[in-house]
C-alpha cells in the first residue's frame, strides 16, 4: 500500500465542515490542514504495523467513495 496521499481543497472543506459540527471552536483552516496531516501520519503508522488492517480500511473506503 503505497499511494500518496496530496490533499486538496475539496479535502479542507469537507474536514471543516465535520469541524463545524463535531468541534465548533476549533473550526477553521489551519487546525483542519493539520487534521488532515494528523490523520495521514496515524495512517500511515497503521500501514507500517498492520498492514492487512491498512488494506481492509482502504478496501472499505474505495467501496464507499465508488457510491457516492
Known amino acids: ?17 465535520y469541524l463545524q ?3 465548533p471552536k476549533n473550526a477553521n483552516r489551519d487546525y483542519a490542514i493539520q ?3 494528523s490523520m495521514e501520519g ?6 507500517r504495523s498492520d498492514e492487512s488492517l491498512a488494506e481492509a480500511i482502504k478496501k472499505k473506503l474505495d467501496e464507499k467513495k465508488e457510491k457516492d
Not at 496515524?42 to 500501514?47: D, G, M, Q, V
Open 21 to 23: 459540527i463535531h468541534d
Open 35 to 37: 487534521y488532515l496531516d
Open 1 to 17: 500500500m503505497q499511494d500518496k496521499y496530496h490533499r486538496s481543497e475539496e479535502d479542507i472543506q469537507k474536514i471543516l465542515w
Open 42 to 47: 496515524f495512517s500511515s503508522e497503521l500501514a
